[in-house]
């Protein structure tokens, strides 16, 4: 079983940047691929970003070329970096399982992010 805390969230202006970091408890996160996901009020949870237990990455096309997610297995915490963010990137962000996701089930309480214009 494996639990996740996330950090780094606040207020930015549009084209500043962020770093998001989720600490993950229990003993399989080096083997886990783990996504970033976030929502907005009114809207449906969706994927930004995820990376495998090989550190093969992937993205959302809104947020491609400007976000990067990386893990550190060693400190069992994977990290969002989050450049020329746009005012439509404000969500509340959370890492998970990606079938989690598809199950919509186990979600800690994010870290809220918002950009201003």
């Known amino acids: 079983q494996v639990k996740f805390v996330e950090s780094g969230g606040g207020l930015v202006q549009a084209g500043g940047s962020l770093r998001l970091s989720c600490a993950a408890s229990?003993?399989?996160?080096?083997?886990?691929?783990i996504g970033w996901y976030r929502q907005a009020p009114g809207k449906q949870r969706e994927s930004v970003a995820g990376?495998?237990?090989?550190?093969?990455?992937n993205y959302a096309d809104s947020v491609k070329g400007r976000f990067t997610i990386s893990r550190n297995n060693a400190k069992n915490t994977v990290y969002l970096q989050m450049n020329s963010l746009k005012p439509e990137d404000t969500a509340v962000y959370c890492c998970?399982?990606?079938?989690?996701?598809?199950?919509?089930?186990?979600w800690g309480q994010g870290t809220q992010v918002t950009v201003s214009s």
């Open positions: 990376i495998s237990s090989a550190g093969n990455t």
């Open positions: 998970n399982l990606p079938r989690q996701f598809l199950l919509n089930t186990s």
């Open positions: 229990g003993s399989t996160f080096s083997i886990s691929g």
